[in-house]
């Protein structure tokens, strides 16, 4: 079902579907500009999958609306966005089952179009909550941005969060790091296009950041989704302490989980994050030769990492938009 999903998410066959009327397999095809034949395999096994109606009498589909609201971008959070993964992380298969055996990571260059669906999630998770939720939650953040201060994001991807930090405050300056150079790049050119002249983008190995760190640089720092990616995790978290103003504050966006396999049971996409992690999140911190702390490193591990790094006050919220991750408030 998830390649299915991934196939009608790609193609906009969903999105053509989304609030229509029930309509012939040619209909839909003609309304998406794909190919008939094509459509119809995929929308009679998104029937098979109990995701498309279809009435054998008419020979007509539709996507209910309730199932719109959840594959499409009719209504939010879009969960074909991550069915992406699927056949994406399956194209490196063969890398992963010869790394069970050797031990070794798979490094990040491996992964087409990793960077492009994690900016579709962030476009989901992120942007939509990032002014009006995500950053309120430090009391008098928004403030202190609107007047003008120094913001790092760390391991920033596409840089679409930073960016719209920029524009929205205009008086600060922001700084991103990622290891990725075809992610860097692409932030470099978009930042470029909208005329954004107070961001910068820079291509950084963060894993000896707790030494290379300026000591008081920012009063913002931000990780989303980021952490658990990396070679060093308690590196990069003692320099982001160490990058900290006195004043500063720390935001992380990361995965929502447990610490503890068996009490993942509960939650609803735990196997498929653990399916993640073993297929992309350990191998890459691992081809770098770091530690391999994996998508599902917890909410527990991470206050003991955070506090390991010299984080005084740490506080964890959930946000009702994201059932995916935990957002942890952080100051010296």
């Known amino acids: 079902m998830l390649s299915l999903l991934s196939l009608g998410h790609r193609t906009g066959l969903l999105r053509a579907m989304a609030n229509a009327e029930p309509r012939t397999s040619e209909a839909i095809a003609e309304a998406a500009g794909l190919a008939e034949r094509y459509v119809r395999e995929c929308l009679n096994g998104l029937v098979a999958a109990g995701v498309v109606e279809t009435d054998p009498a008419t020979g007509h589909y539709w996507l209910p609306t309730a199932h719109a609201a959840r594959v499409t971008d009719a209504e939010g959070a879009n969960l074909a966005v991550y069915a992406q993964f699927l056949p994406m992380l399956g194209a490196i298969e063969d890398d992963i089952v010869a790394a069970f055996r050797t031990g070794e990571g798979v490094p990040y260059e491996r992964y087409a179009r990793f960077h492009e669906v994690m900016a579709e999630d962030s476009a989901q998770t992120v942007l939509p909550a990032l002014i009006e939720h995500i950053l309120p939650l430090a009391p008098g953040l928004t403030e202190r941005l609107e007047a003008g201060i120094r913001v790092l994001d760390a391991g920033c991807g596409r840089g679409l969060a930073l960016q719209l930090m920029a524009r929205r405050f205009p008086r600060s300056e922001f700084l991103g790091y990622d290891l990725s150079a075809e992610a860097i790049e692409y932030a470099r050119k978009s930042a470029q296009a909208e005329g954004l002249t107070n961001i910068r983008f820079e291509v950084r190995d963060l894993s000896d950041f707790d030494r290379t760190a300026e000591p008081g640089r920012y009063e913002l720092v931000t990780t989303f989704d980021a952490i658990h990616d990396q070679a060093r995790p308690a590196a990069l978290l003692a320099g982001i302490r160490r990058s900290l103003a006195p004043d500063g504050v720390y935001i992380a966006q990361d995965i929502r989980s447990t610490s503890h396999a068996h009490r993942d049971r509960d939650n609803p996409m735990g196997a498929f994050l653990y399916a993640v992690s073993c297929h992309h999140c350990m ?28 984080f005084s006050d740490v506080q964890v919220h959930e946000l009702p938009h994201d059932i995916q991750n935990d957002y942890f408030v952080c100051r010296p």
């Open 283 to 310: 191998p890459v911190s691992l081809a770098q030769g770091g530690e391999g702390l994996g998508t599902m490193w917890g909410r527990e591990r991470a206050l003991a990492y955070l506090r390991g790094a010299g």
